[in-house]
């Protein structure tokens, strides 16, 4: 079932508002407060004029459990009153609707244009997988924007970015991306995960579809999975549609904990936004740092950018350390409070070192031209209190 946008009055409500009450019914099952978690594979007929009325599309209701779920279909409801889109579609990863979508939407021949600082798996899955299906794919440099519309042929399906993008937090300029997309008929996709509907709202720039990986800021607590596509009804229909075959579904129970998640999100957003940006100005005055990567400060460069279309800067700080892998390391091993992992978005701030982690299969040479130096960071900032973070931190760095 497609997850129509709600009223006017609803979308008039403020992110918090929303975040609380959006898509969900007011009158529940045996008059819970919370939506039920319909834990269940398949739904069943009372008899042939309820089979009859259903295929006729007489009554709006759930067949079978891959095809959706009433707990999922509230918090597809409330994410698409927080993004202000149309319908929504939940998938069971974040990867599970970027590769269901992709593969929904294109066909042998197709061409798609994809800028070169994206999650590591989305960039293997378009480079690698589907061209084994035929599909072209061409890389723009980010933030060259004449290169990305020379890259631009006539079958030319799909342009798809990040903003920010992982790790050094780049602003794509979704007016000028927008503007292209329009001027060339191409879909314009957008992976907002480091971002969330909090900070930023695509669809207002024309992109045409959103994506987020639920696991991240949508969900807040680091104990699920979820995957979100937003846009039009038309398109998200067509993937919804090819979703029944690839069979990606959320599960209730987790699209539960997803909806659970969501009452706090902007609390948790707002609170990250906030201790991201005294950590990041904290760390670029400290001795020991090289260069702080926040779209935030007046050094990122594209703050400009950021300030114009971001409402805030959201959790994660990159940074650079003054030394080499021994300090990383050193660094790594002195922390007692941040937990060394990677993902973003949870309630516990989590600080990875790519080059150790999401790089190791790389030789040094590999990852150095792609920007994962050994003294590099990605601290993803949780809802602790940000003084806390500072301290481990400064506790860490003064052994480096
Ligand atoms: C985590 C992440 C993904 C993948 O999402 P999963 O839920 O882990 O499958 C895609 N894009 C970005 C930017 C991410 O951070």
Same mark, same amino acid.
């Given at each position: 079932?497609?997850?129509?946008?709600?009223?006017?009055?609803?979308?008039?409500?403020?992110?918090?508002?929303?975040?609380?009450?959006a898509?969900e019914?007011?009158?529940?099952?045996?008059?819970?407060i919370?939506t039920?978690i319909?834990?269940?594979?398949?739904?069943?007929?009372?008899?042939?004029?309820?089979?009859?009325?259903?295929?006729s599309?007489?009554?709006?209701?759930?067949?079978?459990?891959?095809?959706?779920?009433?707990?999922?279909?509230?918090?597809?409801?409330?994410?698409?009153?927080?993004?202000?889109?149309?319908?929504?579609?939940?998938?069971?990863?974040?990867?599970?609707?970027?590769? #269901?979508?992709? !593969? +929904?939407?294109l066909?042998k021949?197709?061409? $798609?244009?994809?800028?070169? &600082?994206?999650? =590591?798996?989305?960039?293997?899955?378009? #480079?690698?997988? !589907? +061209?084994?299906?035929?599909?072209?794919?061409? $890389?723009?440099?980010?933030? &060259?924007?004449? =290169?990305?519309?020379?890259?631009?042929?006539?079958?030319?399906?799909?342009?798809?970015?990040?903003?920010?993008t992982?790790?050094y937090?780049?602003?794509?300029?979704?007016?000028?991306?927008?503007?292209?997309?329009?001027?060339?008929?191409t879909?314009?996709?957008?992976?907002?995960?480091?971002?969330?509907?909090y900070?930023?709202?695509?669809?207002?720039?024309?992109v045409d579809?959103?994506?987020?990986?639920?696991?991240?800021?949508?969900?807040?607590?680091?104990?699920?999975?979820?995957?979100?596509?937003?846009?039009?009804?038309?398109?998200v229909?067509?993937?919804?549609?090819?979703?029944?075959?690839?069979?990606?579904?959320?599960?209730?129970?987790?699209a539960?904990?997803?909806?659970?998640?969501?009452?706090?999100?902007?609390?948790?957003?707002?609170?990250?936004n906030?201790?991201?940006?005294?950590?990041?100005?904290?760390?670029?005055?400290?001795?020991?740092?090289?260069?702080?990567?926040?779209?935030?400060?007046?050094?990122?460069?594209?703050?400009?950018?950021?300030?114009?279309?971001?409402?805030?800067?959201?959790?994660?700080?990159?940074?650079l350390?003054?030394?080499?892998?021994?300090?990383?390391?050193?660094?790594?091993?002195?922390?007692?409070?941040?937990?060394?992992?990677?993902?973003?978005?949870?309630?516990?701030?989590?600080?990875?070192?790519?080059?150790?982690?999401s790089?190791?299969?790389?030789?040094?040479?590999?990852?150095?031209?792609?920007?994962?130096?050994?003294?590099?960071?990605?601290l993803?900032?949780?809802?602790?209190?940000?003084?806390?973070?500072?301290?481990?931190?400064?506790?860490?760095?003064?052994?480096?």
């Amino acid at each position: 079932m497609a997850a129509k946008k709600k009223s006017k009055k609803e979308s008039r409500r403020g992110m918090s508002t929303r975040a609380v009450h959006a898509g969900e019914d007011r009158h529940k099952w045996a008059d819970t407060i919370t939506t039920p978690i319909a834990q269940t594979s398949t739904f069943v007929f009372k008899n042939v004029k309820d089979i009859q009325d259903y295929t006729s599309k007489k009554k709006a209701r759930f067949e079978y459990g891959r095809y959706g779920n009433p707990t999922e279909l509230a918090a597809a409801r409330k994410l698409a009153a927080l993004e202000g889109a149309e319908d929504c579609q939940l998938f069971a990863t974040g990867m599970s609707a970027v590769t #269901t979508t992709f !593969l +929904a939407l294109l066909s042998k021949g197709d061409h $798609i244009v994809i800028t070169d &600082d994206i999650y =590591k798996k989305t960039w293997s899955f378009c #480079t690698n997988d !589907l +061209a084994r299906f035929g599909v072209d794919c061409s $890389i723009a440099p980010m933030g &060259d924007y004449k =290169k990305l519309e020379s890259l631009i042929r006539p079958n030319t399906k799909i342009i798809f970015s990040e903003s920010p993008t992982n790790p050094y937090l780049f602003i794509v300029d979704l007016e000028k991306l927008g503007d292209i997309a329009r001027r060339k008929k191409t879909l314009l996709m957008i992976d907002g995960t480091f971002a969330t509907p909090y900070n930023q709202q695509p669809i207002q720039y024309g992109v045409d579809l959103v994506m987020h990986s639920g696991t991240k800021y949508l969900g807040g607590h680091n104990d699920l999975l979820a995957g979100v596509i937003m846009g039009s009804r038309k398109i998200v229909d067509e993937i919804r549609t090819f979703l029944k075959t690839t069979g990606g579904t959320i599960d209730p129970h987790c699209a539960y904990l997803l909806l659970r998640g969501l009452k706090t999100f902007s609390l948790r957003v707002e609170r990250s936004n906030q201790s991201a940006m005294a950590i990041a100005q904290c760390l670029e005055k400290h001795p020991k740092i090289q260069r702080v990567y926040y779209p935030g400060l007046k050094s990122h460069p594209q703050h400009r950018v950021a300030k114009r279309q971001m409402r805030g800067f959201g959790g994660v700080v990159t940074f650079l350390i003054k030394g080499n892998m021994t300090a990383a390391k050193r660094l790594l091993n002195a922390l007692e409070l941040c937990y060394i992992g990677p993902s973003l978005g949870g309630t516990e701030t989590l600080i990875t070192h790519p080059a150790l982690v999401s790089y190791y299969d790389m030789t040094r040479q590999e990852r150095m031209a792609l920007g994962i130096y050994d003294e590099l960071f990605r601290l993803a900032v949780g809802v602790e209190d940000p003084e806390d973070i500072i301290a481990d931190l400064k506790q860490a760095l003064a052994g480096v």
